[in-house]
């Protein structure tokens, strides 16, 4: 093996670990979102829940729920 190839193996190995260690991807994604319903300013009836349901955990720890509704007003 020459010189080269030995830093270009290091080079990765340390680009591997530093991306474990900072998990730059992280700086992108929301662990919660709460959002709320607009207002339009009239009595509404309020929101209405068409469905909902929890996360499940396949590849990576995932927990949480789920709500799908529709704002009448």
Request: proline share 4%; no cysteine; aromatic share 10%.
């Amino acid at each position: 093996m020459n010189k080269r190839n030995i830093i270009i193996a290091i080079g990765a190995v340390v680009l591997a670990v530093g991306w474990y260690a900072f998990r730059p991807e992280l700086l992108f994604i929301s662990k919660q979102v709460i959002e709320r319903f607009p207002s339009s300013g009239q009595v509404a009836t309020g929101p209405r829940t068409l469905s909902n349901g929890n996360f499940k955990s396949l590849a990576h720890e995932t927990k949480g729920s789920a709500t799908v509704s529709r704002h009448f007003g």
